[in-house]
Each structure stands twice: as structure tokens, then as C-alpha cells.
């Protein structure tokens, strides 16, 4: 079976590497620990197609380590019991590199078993793993290896790779290869930052593709359909996910509607309907809250809109929540306030209720003192007199604070000119 055309252009040292300069730039850390030689054990983490394995093994290469790889879906500890029990065989004089690729599927036991190996120097251990490490990898592991992180590569850098790629193909099959306008930017912009599936989408089309006089054509409308949706990642369990989630919140949170817009698009281009209209209903209460306090009923109704149409059409009443949200006036008057209450309670800062709030619904209530002070403020000018209510150790605690913006502000003169009597 011939290798994939990913792994037959995967490159064989650090500057052929598409993308991480952040990491791999001349003069960056990871880029002086592969030079020094001396390398310790790290974690990969990113996502998939974006060269985590590609550097684990030029590292290997580079430093003359023998290289044993397991993947964290199939992989047992019998299997890495197996790997240590290579250490000081013939081929192992310059060390021992494990690369354990996704990681986050092993379980505490496994990962446990690691340990003793990594802290005597029996073997290296590289991680890699898509899901973020500090959620997913044990303390007692995390805490013995460096975390890297590497990011999607941006379409210009994958379009270099999309050409390496093309030109590997034209050198290897000895013939030529015609693109239409456009058919290398497409697979560029498309792929979401991994390298690895726009190198699958080039052989795709170069499989796929009109062979007339000694050359393939291969057209953009080809490109389209080995690229479709592949565009955005996502995964409903993964970081990607939340981060989109947070992305979405914190960009209505700042006002900037265009930004909500956009991560409000890639939830709902990835089918997540539900997790879109829970996020925005919180936003409306804990954002915007009591500086446009009608913005939850109005939210509350396009959510309503939105699960009844379904997608496509639910789109466009929470693109009109999201912007209603985006462009209100903000306030987090209402949560920080409920915090504070419910962090007191949980440390402990409380009191028995005051005797005239406590219910006198009963038979022998009055004997015992309760309701009988109480005073009904419906009974007095504005429907407010003034009595304690907060139990006695606390009476003077204030949890909330009016917002500074018109609604709270008019509140606030209001019930000034009442309690103070003016």
C-alpha cells in the first residue's frame, strides 16, 4: 500500500516546518532546547495536523535517540512496560524517546505508570495530545514536563505546503499538473489551520482529477468538494468548543458585534444549536442584567424562535439577540452582587433571620415572638419603611452596588430621595 503523501512530505528538519515560529524561530525556547541536545520531557499540545509528531521525530533524529511511538487510544501499560524494557539494549546507547501521541486517552493508572521512568531517566518522554493538558493529564505528570503549545498554521503557511505538495506529486508520477485559478488558495483557507488535511485534500484532487495529453487538470469545484466543511474545527467535547463558547460571550461582553457575529457562526456551522442559545440567555443576565433589563425577555424570546425553527432558519433570531446584546448597555451588578452573597454563605458568614421576618403563619407563632414587629411596607408612603432584614451579624452588608449606566443610575435616585427622606 503506497504511504500517504502527508507522511511522504513530512519534513526531515525544523525550517522546512510549517508554522509554530513561535516556538521553532531561531532564538525561541523549544527552537535552543532541540539545538542544546539535552531534552527534557514535554508536552505537545495543539491541534491535530499541525506538526507535534513531525518535530517529536526530528527531535529523535537530531539527538540519535532511538524513537518508540504509542498512541494513546490503542496503547497498555503492558505496552509501555515493553518500551522500558529496551533501555540499555543494542540501538538505545544515546537514550530512550517516547512519543505518546494523544495522551489525554490514557487513564490516571496508566499515566501513573510513567512516572518512575521519567523521573530516573530511563526514557524521554514527548506527549502530544489535542485536548488541553492541564484538564486532561495528571498533576503528579504534568508537573514533571514542560508544555508546549502549538497553534493552527495560517493559510499562507499551508499554502507553501499545498505547493511542496503539488510539485512532490508532478516529480513522483512524472507528469504535469494544470490547477484552475483559485484551487490552492481554496484548500488553504479551508482546512483550518492542519496541515496534514490540506496535504489530503492535494492528493485527493490529483486522484480525482481529468488526465488529457500527458496532464492532470485538476479544477477548484474539485478542491470544494474534498474540502467541504472543513473549514472550522470544532468538537462539541473539546477545548475547541469552549473556547468558542467563551470567544462568544466575552466579544458581546466588549461590545463588538461583528466578533459575536463571527464565533455565534462557527457554533451554528458546526450544528450546535443549544449550546449557542444557553450562552447567549446567561450573557442577557449576567452582561447586560439591569442596564437593559428587557434584553432577557427579548433574548429569552428569539432563543424560543430559534429551537422551534431549527437551523438554517434559527440563525437569524439569535443573530438578532446577539446583536441586540452586543450593542446594549453593560452591566454585572446583578452576578457580582450574588457572588458575593453566596460567597458568604459559604464561608461561613450568615445569622439566624430577624424575629419579624420569620413566618407567623401558625398557631403559637406570636407566642414565640415571630411576625410580631414586622411592618407591611404597603401600609406606608412609596410602599417602603425602613427595618432591619439582613440577620444581625451582617446588617450593614451591602452586596449590591447600582451600575453606572442610566437604568441603575435612575433606580438609585429614586430610592435615595425614599430612604433618605428627601
Not at 340 to 368: E, F
Amino acid at each position: 500500500m503506497s504511504t500517504p503523501l502527508a507522511d511522504r512530505l513530512r519534513p526531515d528538519n525544523l525550517a522546512d516546518i510549517a508554522g509554530q515560529e513561535h516556538l521553532l524561530k531561531k532564538g525561541r525556547v523549544l527552537r535552543k532546547i532541540i539545538e542544546s541536545k539535552n531534552i527534557p520531557n514535554m508536552i505537545f499540545y495543539g491541534p491535530s495536523g499541525i506538526g507535534k509528531t513531525t518535530v517529536a521525530q526530528i527531535i529523535a533524529s537530531q539527538t540519535n535517540m532511538s524513537m518508540h511511538k504509542l498512541n494513546g487510544t490503542s496503547a497498555s501499560t503492558a505496552d509501555i512496560k515493553d518500551v522500558i524494557s529496551r533501555v540499555g539494549t543494542l540501538g538505545t546507547e544515546h537514550g530512550i524517546l517516547l512519543y505518546l501521541d494523544e495522551i489525554q486517552y490514557f487513564n490516571k493508572k496508566q499515566q501513573q505508570s510513567l512516572l518512575e521512568f521519567i523521573e530516573n531517566g530511563s526514557i524521554t518522554l514527548i506527549a502530544s495530545t489535542t485536548e488541553n493538558p492541564y484538564f486532561y493529564i495528571y498533576n503528579a505528570l504534568l508537573s514533571r514536563c514542560t508544555v508546549f503549545e502549538f497553534k493552527p498554521v495560517s493559510a499562507g503557511e499551508v499554502k507553501k505546503s499545498i505547493d511542496r505538495a503539488f510539485s512532490l506529486l508532478k516529480e513522483e508520477k512524472n507528469i504535469k499538473i494544470e490547477l484552475e485559478e483559485g484551487v490552492t488558495e481554496h484548500i488553504a483557507y479551508t482546512c483550518g489551520g492542519d496541515v496534514r488535511k490540506a496535504i489530503n485534500a492535494v492528493e485527493l484532487c490529483f486522484l480525482s482529477g481529468k488526465v488529457t495529453k500527458g496532464k492532470v487538470e485538476i479544477t477548484k469545484e474539485q478542491a470544494e468538494e474534498v474540502s467541504q466543511r472543513s473549514a472550522m474545527r470544532f468538537d462539541r467535547d473539546g477545548d475547541e468548543h469552549y473556547d468558542i463558547l467563551s470567544a462568544l460571550q466575552k466579544s458581546i461582553r466588549g461590545s463588538d458585534e461583528n466578533a459575536a457575529l463571527h464565533y455565534l457562526g462557527r457554533l451554528l456551522h458546526g450544528g450546535d444549536l443549544l449550546s449557542a442559545c444557553r450562552r447567549i440567555l446567561v450573557t442577557a443576565s449576567e452582561d447586560i442584567g439591569l442596564a437593559y433589563p428587557q434584553a432577557v425577555p427579548i433574548v429569552k424570546a428569539c432563543v424560543d424562535s430559534a429551537i422551534q425553527l431549527g437551523l438554517p432558519e434559527g440563525r437569524i433570531p439569535l443573530a438578532q439577540a446577539v446583536i441586540l446584546l452586543a450593542t446594549a448597555p453593560k452591566s454585572n451588578s446583578a452576578i457580582c452582587a450574588i457572588d458575593d452573597a453566596m460567597n458568604d454563605i459559604a464561608n461561613g458568614v450568615s445569622g439566624d433571620i430577624p424575629q419579624h421576618l420569620k413566618d407567623s403563619h401558625y398557631k403559637g407563632a406570636a407566642k414565640m415572638g415571630r411576625g410580631v414587629t414586622y411592618k407591611y411596607p404597603h401600609s406606608f408612603e412609596h410602599n417602603y419603611i425602613k427595618q432591619q432584614y439582613l440577620p444581625d451579624n451582617i446588617k450593614n452588608k451591602t452586596y449590591y452596588t447600582y451600575g453606572k449606566n442610566k437604568n441603575e443610575q435612575a433606580a438609585y435616585v429614586y430610592w435615595q430621595k425614599i430612604k433618605n427622606g428627601s
